[in-house]
């Protein structure tokens, strides 16, 4: 079986239990701590696009520090200029993503990784 790529926050319960059902399902889980080790700008765009969306879609934008950096979600950003954002403030980034053999999901809720487990 591929191994899974979960961008997750160890503090986070959801990203905790999607790492959990992963692990139940059998499938070998690279764990990315991306507070610590934020995606790359190539390796956002790849994840918005296999989700389908744009990366304002990505950012959680209750969070705090969305409000203190005066970001909108009607500002016009240019996709990289998102990116950069998120790069530079990590915990903007919503979790977890998982990613498996060229598939993308959002585990909110955790069961929605087993769609991409098929």
């Given at each position: 079986m591929s191994q899974a790529k979960i961008y997750y926050n160890p503090r986070c319960s959801k990203s905790r239990a999607t790492l959990k059902l992963l692990q139940e399902q059998g499938v070998e889980v690279e764990?990315?701590?991306y507070l610590e080790n934020p995606p790359t700008s190539e390796e956002l765009d790849n994840i918005?696009?296999?989700l389908g969306i744009e990366p304002i879609a990505l950012i959680r934008t209750?969070?705090?520090r969305?409000?203190?950096l005066g970001l909108?979600?009607?500002q016009p950003l240019s996709r990289e200029k998102w990116f950069e954002i998120m790069i530079q403030n990590p915990i903007l980034i919503e979790r977890p993503i998982v990613v498996y053999q060229n598939k993308v999901v959002l585990g909110r809720p955790p069961e929605n990784v087993l769609d991409i487990l098929k």
């Open positions: 764990t990315i701590n918005c696009q296999g209750k969070e705090k969305f409000s203190e909108s979600i009607s």
